[in-house]
């Protein structure tokens, strides 16, 4: 599932293709909004919050969600697509944009479209970000487990199976840790914060600062494989949520 960096940095592209551009074709492939047609309108802002994306375009506001397997394309890379896959084509005179198997596509009154976006903690990569606020929600719940607690987008918005597990690793602490067991709270949600923004332009991910393929991550997707601080073997354990790819994976010894 996409993280907030990436969904932070599928708004920056869009906004490089579209912003301060007119329409000259809309072309929604959503029965429900198939008679949508925002051509002549311009497309004024690319906004994203948490792993939300909002075009602004005239008074509509086309909100995208990417879920598990969702993207959106730029010219070039559009032609790559089989076309069923595309749930709608946006162009511009000298531009393309190309929503693919988005989890959510609809097309909001502009005026109401952060109705949607209400429930969400504070936004990892908002400009309005709030670090106290986002302690308090990680810790309402004591009992809760760690993991669980930083992918609730009510408790701070954009963590996703990546950065839960490298957070937890970070951190020293056990997926399943109670939050209410965490010594410092604050300096949990401002790493989380630290990790987005450095990778929020990056294409290649890295949570331990090398980029390079294989050396990018402590504990994700490293089941097996030796720690990078103690060469234990990385354990990993299947959460029970169908239709989630919530994995955990840690190290036995440098998180207890
Ligand atoms: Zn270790």
């Not at 909004?33 to 909002?54: N, W, Y």
């Not at 992918?151 to 970070?170: M, P, S, T, W």
């Amino acid at each position: 599932m996409p993280e907030g960096d990436t969904v932070f940095r599928t708004a920056t592209k869009l906004r490089e293709a579209l912003a301060g551009k007119t329409l000259t074709r809309c072309d929604v492939r959503v029965p429900k909004f198939a008679t949508v047609d925002l051509t002549g309108c311009v497309v004024d802002e690319v906004i994203s919050r948490g792993k939300h994306l909002f075009i602004r375009a005239g008074d509509a506001s086309i909100h995208s969600h990417l879920k598990m397997d969702g993207a959106w394309l730029i010219d070039g890379q559009i032609r790559r697509i089989q076309p069923h896959k595309i749930r709608i084509l946006l162009e511009t005179e000298d531009s393309r944009a190309a929503g693919i198997d988005l989890g959510v596509l609809e097309i909001l009154k502009r005026e109401h479209d952060m109705d949607v976006v209400d429930h969400l903690g504070p936004d990892l990569l908002g400009a309005d970000w709030e670090p106290r606020i986002a302690r308090e929600n990680l810790v309402s719940d004591p009992e809760r487990p760690l993991a669980e607690t930083l992918l609730d987008q009510r408790v701070i918005a954009g963590v996703g199976n990546v950065y839960a597990n490298e957070l937890c690793f970070v951190t020293g602490y056990l997926p399943t840790t109670p939050v209410g067991n965490v010594k410092d709270p604050l300096r949990m949600v401002q790493r989380a914060r630290d990790m987005l923004w450095l990778n929020r332009s990056r294409v290649n991910r890295t949570t331990t600062g090398d980029t390079r393929s294989g050396r990018d991550l402590w504990v994700y997707g490293r089941v097996g494989r030796p720690c990078r601080r103690c060469n234990t073997p990385i354990e990993s354990d299947r959460a029970d949520v169908v239709g989630t790819d919530r994995i955990s994976f840690w190290c036995p010894n440098c998180q207890r």
